[in-house]
């Protein structure tokens, strides 16, 4: 069985799943495959979910992070109510031109359109992945455009960048979208920071946005005062130090604080979702695999999911991966039966980001014949 997430800037989870099913065949071309590619709610979540149980995929025009209009995609099953969505399809960092990458100016509203779209489409439950977002402005876009207005000491409504946000007085929360108290909210994601504070949105993840190093503080304060405004309007319905609340700069705390929406580790979720124990299960070898394995995969990573699920079942796993930052003892440890990297030493960095389908395969085909043979 093939789970891997996705090599971050190389391929996707599905396509790395076709090139390890290149390199099982050719190690052994009657083995029996069966492909359910994972994510941990990062970007490609929502196309992941939709393909792999057969829902429709939507395409909406929003406004995209510097308000812009984009097309982002969507799923939806009309069967069962559920849409899901990726943060980053709307406010993600690739729709940002590098010269534009001022978080200062920046806001997540498109993700608010999206979830507009699919509440009109009927969706009653809604799966948000976070992941990849380009925006901190602590889910404010999102906020203003399921109905929330941000208003200064003379009641001017204010956009909701966090520079447009500065001379914040007041929120209104009587114009929220009165449908979203009759729509569950589940919010997918693999990491547990606060709002502010040095674990904060601002902090960790303002300066791969885009954030200068010396307006940290200044942005971290901005959300404070943000979740102030939202808490003394009867909005905030939970500590903004509740984890993950600073995920998707700041997008948590809207989901999670505000809009009441039930945190779930990404991975796990998925995982139950698409029935990954019981293809396990049934399975002899699980390969799985992402960008790289290192001393923060077991904290809610793909690898680690798919690593914990296999040992309960007594199913062994091994995994390629980009790099392996990790020795043989600490691979055993973590549960892994064996691992290969790409850059592995015999080719270059620039190589494999050239060709990752061909490496992957490669690496694959000698995993698998090194397990075959051990197997006798």
Known sequence: MLSPDSFKGSLDAAAVANAMARGVHAASPTAQIRALPMADGGEGTADLITHTLGWEWHLSDVHGPTGDHVTAGWGFDADSRRAVIDVASACGLDLVP??????????????????????????????????????????????????????????????????????????????????LADTEIVVLNDVDNPLTGPQGAAAVFGPQKGLADGDIAAMDAHLGRLAETIDAAGGQRRPTGTPGAGAAGGLGFALDCVLEGMPRMGATFLADLIGLDAAIAESDLVITGEGQIDGQTSRGKVVAEVVGRARRLGVPVVAVAGSLVCNEVELADFGLADARALCDGSITLDQAMAEPAHWITARTQALVADHLARAG
């Open 98 to 179: 590098a010269d534009r990458r001022d978080p200062w100016q920046l806001d997540s509203r498109g993700v608010g359109e999206l979830m507009q779209v699919a509440i009109d489409a009927g969706a009653e439950q809604l799966l948000i992945g976070l992941g990849g977002s380009g925006t901190v402005d602590g889910g404010a876009g999102m906020l203003a455009a399921l109905g929330l207005r941000f208003l200064d000491a003379d009641d001017n409504e204010l956009p909701p960048t966090p520079a447009g946000l500065a001379s914040l007085a007041r929120a209104d929360l009587s114009g929220l979208d009165p449908r």
